[in-house]
């Protein structure tokens, strides 16, 4: 498993949870040659990688022939966050995201078709995580890639929890 410090996990975090995967901006503030070591830690480890800046996106640096260039996170991004991801073709980007059996993204679904749903702290105890990452995987994952209403209200004696609005296909 790949080691994070603090930092990297919260950029990492929100790289995930935004559409594309984009780094920037980034959500921490870093001052001086702080971003070009974190930037240059996680570019090292394969966690983020350097892309063309498309829409207004934030730009990283330009490339050798003056294209602007942004950094989005890698497939390797979301793993080491926990997060579930699956590729779609860009040929059928139509087509219905397919989830595995027995993943921890269905296991984390399945908690949450619960009628009582489930807390942070419950998900961080079922699978190890921590509190941020948990609220990538439902952000991003759920959410974004896979389109679910995730729907959160504050309970008291279990805190903020997390259930599925309508049952999941």
């Known amino acids: 498993m790949t ?3 603090d930092t990297q996990a919260v950029i990492l975090s929100a790289a995930c949870a935004r559409e594309g995967g984009l780094v920037l901006p980034l959500t ?3 001052t001086g040659g702080a971003v070009s070591t974190v930037l240059s830690s996680l570019l090292k480890k394969g966690l983020i990688e350097p892309t063309v800046a498309e829409g207004g996106a934030p730009i990283w640096q330009e490339g050798e022939d003056g294209t602007p ?3 989005r996170a890698t497939p390797a991004a979301y793993a080491a966050l926990g997060i579930e991801t699956e590729i779609i073709e860009a040929a059928a980007p139509t ?6 059996d ?3 993204q269905e296991m984390l679904i399945s908690m949450l078709k619960r009628p009582e749903g489930a807390s942070i702290d419950e998900i961080c105890d079922g699978f190890g995580w921590q509190p941020h990452t948990v609220r990538g995987a439902i952000a991003g994952a759920l959410k974004k890639k896979l389109g ?3 729907i959160s209200e504050k309970v008291e004696g279990r805190g903020r929890v997390y259930r599925l609005d309508e049952p999941a296909e």
């Open 102 to 104: 027995g993943s921890k």
């Open 3 to 5: 080691q994070l410090s």
């Open 95 to 100: 087509s219905p995201r397919r989830r595995r």
């Open 28 to 30: 921490t503030s870093l």
């Open 69 to 71: 260039l942004t950094l």
């Open 148 to 150: 679910l209403n995730v």
